[in-house]
């Protein structure tokens, strides 16, 4: 058995929802790149992992006694498509069999602080968890990129229309700047240029994020009306323009500066991409933003992933600062806080 498996969620600074609009450049040379700001999560799963003869998958919090069947790709496809808690650790499966031929696994997840729906790329995190899980067992010699591929493809081959972001949390607990070009998918670490305390927050209630990539993807690659090109402008040239402040700020360590730089993108996202999807009206997530604490004690904050009711993002003007908007969040507006330092 490997004993040491570990992926965390990704936290999307700037930039969500750009990593598959700039993949329609594939087919439309107008679509802008798309660019975003990503930083892995000190949250995670914990697993081990065995060769198997079939494929079974258990996890803490799981349904049930969790998935057990026939290592083939039609029974690991018929589950991947069929939805459902296993839909995407199923999808990847059947990528690993498809492509390399090998008998199935046992994974054990023992251990995960990693908020499931709430924008912080839980699906992503099994996905890069199995695919890693069959390369060490089987040794297929895979690079991280090719781990990255492989959770991508088992993702969309359950029905998620997810990009490519999601996945570099096989890239672990590093800040990244990715640009998504039509094809190409570039990755370059940020040196982030001084501690920066993020408050990330759980905000307990519900989002479907199927309908927020279905309803927003209808606005690709040339849909007319005002609404489906105010999503391609915010999600193409504003976005760009957010994503390369946002980088330089991260590297000169201004905190304040990137406070501020995510009350303008959100305020950007709430003008142009929300009017697209009803889930991404995000009562919750206005409540906890527009919060007396977090005008005193943070900066600025924004939504986080796909948006919609998932989890909120603040920076604290400091370490200290953040555990007291922490509990008094907590207190108020019964909402779970997790803490995120980038630079150190």
């Given at each position: 058995?490997?004993?040491?498996?570990?992926?965390?969620?990704?936290?999307?600074?700037?930039?969500?929802?750009?990593?598959?609009?700039?993949?329609?450049?594939?087919?439309?040379?107008?679509?802008?790149?798309?660019?975003?700001?990503?930083?892995?999560?000190?949250?995670?799963?914990?697993?081990?992992?065995?060769?198997?003869?079939?494929?079974?998958?258990?996890?803490?919090?799981?349904?049930?006694?969790?998935?057990?069947?026939?290592?083939?790709?039609?029974?690991?496809?018929?589950?991947?498509?069929?939805?459902?808690?296993?839909?995407?650790?199923?999808?990847?499966?059947?990528?690993?069999?498809?492509?390399?031929?090998?008998?199935?696994?046992?994974?054990?997840?023992?251990?995960?602080?990693?908020?499931?729906?709430?924008?912080?790329?839980?699906?992503?995190?099994?996905?890069?968890?199995?695919?890693?899980?069959?390369?060490?067992?089987?040794?297929?010699?895979?690079?991280?990129?090719?781990?990255?591929?492989?959770?991508?493809?088992?993702?969309?081959?359950?029905?998620?229309?997810?990009?490519?972001?999601?996945?570099?949390?096989?890239?672990?607990?590093?800040?990244?700047?990715?640009?998504?070009?039509?094809?190409?998918?570039?990755?370059?670490?940020?040196p982030v240029g001084g501690p920066?305390?993020?408050?990330v927050v759980d905000l307990r209630?519900?989002?479907?994020?199927?309908?927020?990539?279905?309803?927003?993807?209808?606005?690709?690659?040339?849909?007319?009306?005002?609404?489906?090109?105010?999503?391609?402008?915010?999600?193409?040239?504003?976005?760009?323009?957010?994503?390369?402040?946002?980088?330089?700020?991260?590297?000169?360590?201004?905190?304040?500066?990137?406070?501020?730089?995510?009350?303008?993108?959100?305020?950007?996202?709430?003008?142009?991409?929300?009017?697209?999807?009803?889930?991404?009206?995000?009562?919750?997530?206005?409540?906890?933003?527009?919060?007396?604490?977090?005008?005193?004690?943070?900066?600025?904050?924004?939504?986080?992933?796909?948006?919609?009711?998932?989890?909120?993002?603040?920076?604290?003007?400091?370490?200290?600062?953040?555990?007291?908007?922490?509990?008094?969040?907590?207190?108020?507006?019964?909402?779970?806080?997790?803490?995120?330092?980038?630079?150190?």
């Amino acid at each position: 058995m490997i004993d040491d498996l570990f992926v965390p969620g990704r936290l999307c600074l700037f930039g969500e929802h750009s990593d598959w609009a700039g993949a329609y450049r594939r087919t439309h040379a107008d679509v802008v790149p798309g660019h975003c700001i990503v930083a892995g999560t000190d949250q995670g799963l914990s697993a081990r992992a065995g060769p198997s003869k079939l494929v079974e998958f258990a996890s803490v919090g799981a349904p049930g006694d969790g998935l057990r069947m026939r290592a083939t790709v039609a029974t690991l496809d018929a589950v991947a498509r069929g939805g459902g808690f296993f839909s995407y650790a199923a999808g990847v499966a059947a990528e690993i069999v498809d492509r390399y031929g090998t008998d199935g696994l046992r994974i054990d997840v023992t251990a995960s602080d990693l908020p499931v729906g709430k924008g912080l790329s839980s699906s992503a995190a099994i996905c890069v968890l199995v695919a890693r899980a069959f390369n060490r067992v089987y040794r297929l010699d895979l690079d991280v990129r090719d781990e990255m591929e492989i959770a991508y493809a088992g993702e969309r081959r359950a029905g998620s229309q997810c990009g490519r972001m999601d996945q570099v949390c096989a890239y672990g607990r590093t800040t990244t700047f990715l640009t998504f070009d039509g094809p190409r998918f570039e990755i370059e670490p940020i040196p982030v240029g001084g501690p920066m305390h993020l408050l990330v927050v759980d905000l307990r209630r519900a989002k479907d994020t199927r309908r927020i990539l279905a309803d927003l993807n209808a606005c690709f690659p040339d849909a007319g009306g005002a609404v489906a090109q105010g999503v391609r402008d915010a999600l193409g040239p504003a976005n760009a323009t957010i994503a390369t402040e946002a980088r330089r700020i991260l590297a000169g360590g201004d905190v304040e500066a990137l406070g501020c730089l995510m009350d303008d993108a959100q305020a950007l996202f709430d003008r142009a991409v929300a009017p697209a999807c009803p889930e991404l009206r995000a009562p919750r997530l206005h409540e906890v933003l527009a919060h007396p604490a977090v005008r005193v004690l943070g900066w600025g904050g924004k939504g986080v992933g796909s948006q919609g009711d998932g989890s909120a993002q603040i920076v604290a003007r400091g370490a200290a600062e953040r555990d007291e908007l922490a509990a008094i969040l907590s207190r108020d507006l019964a909402v779970a806080c997790f803490p995120l330092t980038l630079g150190v």
